[in-house]
């Protein structure tokens, strides 16, 4: 049973920094998508970033790449963690932030495709 739980959620003001942490346990894939999504109030879940563990290719939403950093560290073959260094800020970055796994195959950012999900984490951004 794969089990996510996210964390590092909180207020900053715009042009702030947050890091937030999705530690991954219990899966038995060598390569899996590992995803982080973000759900704002009244609008889609969509996805921000994602990792494909085994291989370290990395995925980004246009509007975050080159301010958010995706990453990860394997303590061994069944628990990871998967960092969201998220720079520069914006308000509307704003959004309830979920990490999420799958395995090989398909589109890192259909979030159809992701069968564990974390209990979420609110980031929270002030003009």
């Known amino acids: 049973q794969v089990q996510l739980v996210d964390s590092g959620g909180g207020s900053v003001q715009a042009g702030g920094s947050l890091t937030l942490s999705c530690a991954v346990s219990g899966y038995t894939y060598r390569r899996m998508y590992i995803a982080w999504f973000r759900q704002a109030p009244g609008k889609e879940r969509e996805g921000v970033a994602a990792?494909?563990?085994?291989?370290?290719?990395?995925?980004?939403?246009d509007s975050v790449a080159g301010r958010f950093t995706i990453s990860q560290v394997s303590l061994d073959n069944a628990k990871n963690t998967v960092y969201l260094q998220m720079n520069s800020l914006k308000p509307e970055d704003t959004a309830m932030y979920y990490c999420?796994?799958?395995?090989?195959?398909?589109?890192?950012?259909?979030?159809?495709?992701?069968?564990?999900w974390g209990q979420g984490t609110q980031v929270t951004v002030s003009s």
């Open positions: 999420a796994a799958k395995g090989m195959g398909g589109t890192w950012r259909n979030v159809d495709e992701y069968n564990y």
């Open positions: 990792i494909y563990s085994g291989v370290g290719s990395t995925y980004y939403l």
